[in-house]
């Protein structure tokens, strides 16, 4: 018998793989934690008997994703209250 779709290992890298494609389309770090979230996902998936059902598989993703996003914001945020300005102009 089958595996479902959520327990093949290479769906979850193909799925990191287009949301950190979207990450570069759109940034803000929000793509980029899911797709580091979901890039785990499959590796704890390669591991040889590691079968978590479907809730289990869910939560796993959503807590790596929201340390990845939560590391990501630590490391590239500016700190609280500050906001970019420019002094030139790219034209002068």
Not at 2 to 30: C, H, K, N, Q, Y
Not at 41 to 54: A, F, H, N, R, S
Request: net charge negative; no cysteine; glycine share 8%.
């Amino acid at each position: 018998m089958a595996d479902p779709f959520w327990l093949t290992w290479w769906i979850w890298l193909a799925a990191a793989l287009a949301l950190g494609i979207f990450e570069v389309v759109l940034p803000g770090f929000i793509f980029l934690g899911f797709a580091i979230g979901a890039a785990i996902t499959g590796l704890i998936l390669v591991i040889p008997g590691v079968v978590p059902p479907l809730s289990i598989l869910l939560l796993i993703f959503a807590i790596l994703s929201l340390a990845a996003w939560l590391g990501l914001r630590r490391m590239f945020a500016r700190p609280h209250g500050q906001v970019k300005t420019f002094e030139h102009d790219i034209n002068d």
